[in-house]
């Protein structure tokens, strides 16, 4: 049977996710900040994990406010803003420093610094959390699918937004990847004050 991934709707949740990834692995600071940038850039963790430091990082250590890539899944250019991710990829910069991680990639493999770490590796971060937490629905698209379903309510449900940034071409794919089935659909609308 096939694992569901969804997001991480409830903030306890995904601050109980984020302090486990940061302190619960010996690369904690690394997969904390591939999590927080697949949230904030809703990028799949396959082209995440393709980025090099000068992608992010000027000559000077200074972080890029944009950046740009070609989708790998779509071949689509993709334009990155990175502003709300600074401050952990200034934290993971000096971690990077002390720990002596010199690569090219922005996310390397701790046994290999010539690769980046692999979709496999992240996933067996997540399954890990999962285990951790007791929460069946964790995998490589968590991160993107929970900074979707984030903007998705703090933009006021603009689904167009959520498309675009998803790169889908219509509402139903975008509302079955925020894992907005009828029940979630009904407990928003319970909220409603209909007058």
Same mark, same amino acid.
């Given at each position: ?41 809703? %990028? ?13 990082? =000027? ?22 803003? %990175?502003?709300?991710?600074? +401050? =952990? ?36 971060? $997540? ?25 998705? $309510? ?18 139903? $794919?975008?509302?079955?990847?925020? +894992? ?7 407990? $928003? ?5 209909? +007058?």
């Amino acid at each position: 049977m096939e694992q569901k991934v969804l997001p991480i709707k409830d903030s306890n949740v995904l601050a109980k996710a984020q302090q486990c990834l940061l302190e619960d692995f010996k690369a904690g600071r690394r997969n904390y900040t591939i999590f927080q940038v697949g949230k904030v850039t809703l %990028l799949r963790v396959s082209d995440i994990l393709r980025l090099k430091r000068v992608d992010v990082f =000027d000559e000077y250590g200074n972080v890029h406010q944009n950046t740009y890539l070609h989708d790998r899944k779509t071949g689509k250019a993709n334009r990155l803003y %990175l502003k709300p991710v600074v +401050g =952990d990829l200034l934290a993971y910069q000096r971690w990077l420093e002390q720990e002596n991680i010199i690569s090219k990639w922005l996310f390397p493999s701790t046994k290999h610094l010539d690769q980046h770490i692999t979709e496999k590796q992240f996933y067996k971060v $997540m399954a890990k959390v999962g285990d951790l937490l007791d929460l069946d629905y964790l995998g490589t698209h968590t991160m993107r699918k929970t900074g979707a379903y984030r903007v998705y $309510m703090q933009s006021n449900y603009n689904i167009g937004l959520i498309m675009h940034l998803l790169n889908h071409s219509s509402e139903a $794919m975008t509302l079955a990847y925020l +894992g907005l089935d009828q029940a979630s659909t009904e407990e $928003m609308l319970d909220n409603i004050d209909f +007058g």
